[in-house]
């Protein structure tokens, strides 16, 4: 069975930093594309970065680009999210994915995790 499990959200004050995880299991975990999406109440899910299964290159969204990174650690079978100079627009419950092609759409991914809190206070 396969499982995607975030963590590290959580309140944290503007300019401040946060470091998501994301535990995968059940997967083929370095044939992958992982990725990172948000979405914020009453807005569509929004793409943040992705990074491809062997972990060389990375896109990230326009709207975190600078001051996200989006990373993976094969051996350990985890994505990770490192998040800094946050702003209250980011905002969202973040979710990790994986799906078998490179993509900024969420309907491209086959699997996803339930989804861990970011809000920043301004």
């Known amino acids: 069975q396969t499982q995607l499990v ?9 300019g401040g930093s946060l470091r998501l ?3 995968a299991s059940g ?3 370095n044939r992958y594309f992982l990725a990172w999406f948000r979405q914020a109440p009453g807005k569509e899910r929004e793409f943040v970065a992705v990074i491809t299964s062997n972990g060389m290159a990375t896109t990230h969204g326009n709207s975190v680009k600078g001051r996200f990174t989006i990373s993976k650690d094969n051996a350990k079978n985890t994505l990770y999210l490192q998040m800094n100079s946050l702003k209250a627009e980011d905002t969202a419950v973040y979710y990790c994915a994986a799906g078998r092609s490179i993509s900024t759409k969420s ?5 996803w995790g339930q989804g861990t809190q970011v809000t920043v206070s301004s």
């Open 107 to 111: 309907t491209d991914y086959n699997y």
């Open 27 to 29: 997967i083929a975990f």
């Open 6 to 14: 975030e963590s590290g959200g959580g309140l944290v004050q503007a």
């Open 21 to 23: 995880s994301c535990a």
